[in-house]
């Protein structure tokens, strides 16, 4: 396996990790925070924001945070071009929720650092196998069937 073929492999896997565990953690998270409501947060978090329970900030957790990584995932593991497109909105999409949460709560964690990291991990390995990167050329998810009309 070439080099460039293998930090390739290494990006794509990367990739579909992170975007799986921001799938699970999102949809999971959202389900917590429905059921308990607030996973133990206390509803002062929520003071001065738009919000006067945690049921709206779960349902976009699951839905829109949850849904774009859910289909980035998808899409990544049919190998669909369109996969790099919605893994670089899934990892803004963290990124904005991220900065959000921070601010509406006014506080931070560890979960926090954790979620902007693989926010911005999925951006940094999108532009590696986009081929932003020299030693790494852009080559599509997808290799070239070989057979039908090759000697």
Do not use: C, H, K
């Not at 959202?30 to 509803?43: D, H, N």
């Not at 957790?61 to 893994?87: D, F, K, P, Y």
Request: proline share 5%.
């Amino acid at each position: 396996m070439a080099p460039a073929a293998g930090l390739r492999s290494a990006a794509f896997w990367g990739a579909l990790v992170i975007t799986v565990f921001n799938t699970v953690s999102a949809v999971g998270g959202g389900i917590g925070m429905l059921a308990t409501g607030g996973l133990g947060m206390p509803r002062e978090a929520l003071a001065g924001s738009p919000f006067d329970s945690f049921t709206v900030p779960a349902l976009v957790l699951i839905v829109v945070v949850g849904g774009t990584q859910a289909l980035a995932a998808a899409l990544l593991l049919a190998r669909r071009e369109a996969a790099l497109v919605w893994t670089a909105v899934a990892g803004l999409g963290m990124l904005v929720w991220i900065f959000v949460e921070t601010i509406v709560i006014r506080g931070g964690s560890w979960l926090q650092v954790l979620y902007f990291t693989t926010g911005a991990a999925q951006l940094v390995l999108v532009l590696a196998l986009l081929g932003a990167v020299r030693w790494l050329p852009r080559a599509p998810l997808r290799p070239a069937l070989r057979g039908a009309g090759e000697s």
